[in-house]
């Protein structure tokens, strides 16, 4: 006998990261609750509000009002997008974890596709994009070429093409709530932890309203994030560049000698400011990153901090 899509003891969180989003937030729920309605059996939605300056929390807590099944935490401030999803998942009580941002570039309707892989035995099953509509060139190139010097830098096999939008099982959650690290990478730490996963392909839409929250900064901490969690690339390339400037200034020396027959010492000064002086100064600058980041994590300061928690739901997980 197959299966039903959605059975009475299986329980879906679908998890929301919101900022600034009083715009489509509307809509967001409103398609997000007919794709949970359309699929049956029991469900919440919880919105984490990344400290919004807008509306988008006086909106979510209307919504919470009048829908037992939406709940929503408040952060005290902003914290950023990959610590408002890992709240969520923390906090999530079904059996199974949806991760979607609110913008609704992500399709809710594939998260059905996505709850029959995990009924098939998957723990998580990721979105892979196929197309990405309404946006630049230069964000389509950036984003690719991101995934594929990602891929050859880490030590861990991180899908490329994907983002945060996937499904995960509640084992795979729980080995992600005892990682405590700061500078946190999900879809990388979702591949760290192994288990059976599956791509589902999808085509992803222009924004339906207002404007991306991941300005070119945000996406540098991001791309940095990534590589330092998961490789130690940059770290053996300072040790390469030493190498180089090595061969370089030996290879500087002896041009010098062939086409002058002696070396001066302005041009072995000169060649030591440019070369071995930028050098260490790159080499400094790798080793100050990955000790700034040691230093983040022995403050050992919480995650994040929620200033408030609405819905009914949320309610009953308190006394649980």
């Known amino acids: ?45 919880l919105f984490v509000n990344d400290g919004s300056r807008d509306q988008t929390a006086t909106i979510l807590r209307g919504i919470c009002r009048a829908d037992e099944r939406v709940r929503l935490i408040n952060f005290s401030r902003n914290f950023g997008h990959q610590l408002a999803i890992t709240a969520g998942m923390d906090h999530a009580l079904g059996d199974a974890v949806v991760v979607i941002d609110g913008d609704l570039q992500d399709p809710p309707e594939l998260i059905p596709t996505m709850v029959e892989k995990w009924q098939q035995g998957y723990q998580v099953v990721y979105a892979k994009r196929m197309e990405r509509k309404g946006e630049t060139r230069f964000k389509k190139w950036s984003a690719s070429a991101f995934y594929r010097v990602l891929h050859r830098l880490t030590d861990v096999e991180i ?50 309203a207002g404007k991306t929250k991941y300005s070119m900064k945000k996406m540098l901490k991001l791309s940095l994030d990534a590589i330092t969690s998961f490789s130690h690339v940059p770290i053996k390339l300072a040790g390469y560049l030493g190498l180089v400037s090595l061969f370089a200034g030996v290879v500087y020396l002896l041009v010098v000698l062939i086409a002058q027959h002696r070396a001066t010492s302005v041009d072995i000064l000169t060649f030591v400011a440019l070369v071995l002086g930028g050098v260490i100064l790159a080499c400094m600058g790798v080793l100050g990153e990955y000790i700034g980041r040691i230093y983040d994590e022995v403050k050992d300061r919480p995650l994040y901090l929620i200033d408030s928690q609405e819905g009914l739901m949320s309610r009953r997980a308190n006394c649980e």
């Not at 900022?19 to 794709?35: A, G, H, M, W």
């Not at 879809?187 to 222009?206: K, N, P």
């Open 159 to 208: 899908p490329v093409d994907t983002g945060d939008f996937r499904l995960i099982d509640r084992k795979v959650c729980d080995v992600l709530a005892s990682m405590k690290e700061r500078h946190r990478f999900i879809r990388g730490m979702v591949s760290w932890s192994g288990f059976r996963q599956i791509a589902v392909e999808y085509s992803r839409d222009s924004r339906h």
């Open 1 to 45: 006998m197959q299966r039903p899509l959605v059975d009475e003891q299986v329980r879906i969180s679908v998890v929301v990261p919101v900022y600034n989003e009083e715009e489509v937030i509307v809509q967001t729920y409103s398609r997000l609750k007919d794709v949970m309605e359309a699929m049956g059996g029991t469900y919440e939605l």
